[in-house]
C-alpha cells in the first residue's frame, strides 16, 4: 500500500527534551517536505528536501532539524531550543515533475 | 517572501447551496495555486490547482478562478453536499515543473455544510 506514514501519531514530552518525529514514504518521491499546523494559521514549512543528502530551510526553520540520508526518510527532530513546539506536524512528499503534495497523516506532539 | 490570506476562516451554507472561498497573494512571480481539503482527523488531500496560464479551471462540482493582475483566486463549490464540510486551504508558489514545491499556505476554512 503506497503512502506516507507518519510515527507516532501522538507523543507526550516533557520540556527541554528533543523528540523526533519519523516520516517514511514508498511513492519514489524525491522532494519530502515538513509542515506545522496551528489552528488559525495553516500550514507553515519548516524545512524541505529536493533529493538525497540536501535539504532547505523553510519560513519557520528555528528550533528545529532534519536529515535526509535515504531517499525513503525524512525524519525532524524538535529541538528544546523550539519555544512553542506543542504542535500538529505534518509531512509531505511530491514527484520530481512538481504538483501535488501527499500528506502523512500527522503526528501531534504535546509538550508539558 | 509570498504571503497568502484567505477568507473567510469559517462559511456556513445550507445543503444545496454554493460556497465562495477567496484568497489572495503578494507575490507576482507566483504561478501554482492549489486547493487542498482537510476532513476532520484526516490528512489535507488536493482537490484543485490552476496554474497561471489560465484563468479558470472546473472538475464537477468545483471550480478554481484566478486573477492575475488583482492577485486573487477563488474556489467554488456549487450544489452542496454534507461531504464537503471541512477545512480548505488555499496556497501559491513560484512552482516549476520540477523539483520541490515551496508552497505558501493560506489560514483555511473551515467549511461547514448545514441539512
Known amino acids: 500500500d503506497g503512502g506516507i506514514t507518519q510515527s507516532p501519531k501522538y507523543l507526550f514530552r516533557k520540556e527541554g527534551q528533543n523528540v523526533t518525529l519519523s516520516c517514511e514514504q514508498n511513492?519514489?518521491?524525491?522532494?519530502m517536505y515538513w509542515y506545522r499546523q496551528d489552528p488559525g494559521q495553516g500550514l507553515r514549512l519548516i524545512y524541505y528536501?529536493?533529493?538525497?543528502?540536501?535539504?532547505q530551510k523553510g519560513d519557520i526553520a528555528e528550533g528545529y532539524s532534519v536529515s535526509r540520508e535515504k531517499k525513503e526518510s525524512f525524519p525532524l527532530t524538535v529541538t528544546s531550543a523550539q519555544k512553542n513546539p506543542t504542535a500538529f506536524y505534518l509531512c509531505?512528499?511530491?514527484?520530481?515533475?512538481?504538483?501535488?503534495?501527499?500528506f502523512g497523516e500527522g503526528s501531534r506532539l504535546t509538550v508539558l | 517572501g509570498e504571503n497568502v490570506e484567505q477568507h473567510p476562516s469559517t462559511l456556513s451554507v445550507q445543503e444545496g447551496d454554493s460556497a465562495v472561498i477567496k484568497c489572495t497573494y503578494s507575490?507576482?512571480?507566483?504561478?501554482?495555486f492549489p486547493w487542498y481539503k482537510q476532513e476532520l482527523g484526516k490528512r489535507p488531500q488536493l482537490i484543485i490547482d490552476?496554474?497561471?496560464?489560465?484563468g479558470e479551471k472546473k472538475d464537477q462540482r468545483i471550480a478554481v478562478t484566478l486573477n492575475k493582475t488583482a492577485k486573487h483566486f477563488s474556489l467554488h463549490i456549487t450544489e452542496t453536499q454534507p461531504e464537503d464540510s471541512a477545512v480548505y486551504f488555499c496556497?501559491?508558489?513560484?512552482?516549476?515543473?520540477?523539483?520541490?514545491?515551496?508552497?505558501?499556505f493560506g489560514q483555511g476554512t473551515r467549511l461547514t455544510i448545514n441539512p
Open positions: 509531505a512528499s511530491s514527484p520530481s515533475q512538481g504538483g501535488e503534495l501527499f
Open positions: 511513492l519514489n518521491h524525491d522532494a
Open positions: 528536501s529536493q533529493i538525497v543528502n540536501d535539504f
Open positions: 507575490d507576482s512571480a507566483s504561478n501554482y
Open positions: 490552476i496554474r497561471s496560464n489560465v
Open positions: 496556497a501559491a508558489s513560484r512552482g516549476s515543473l520540477q523539483g520541490a514545491q515551496k508552497l505558501v
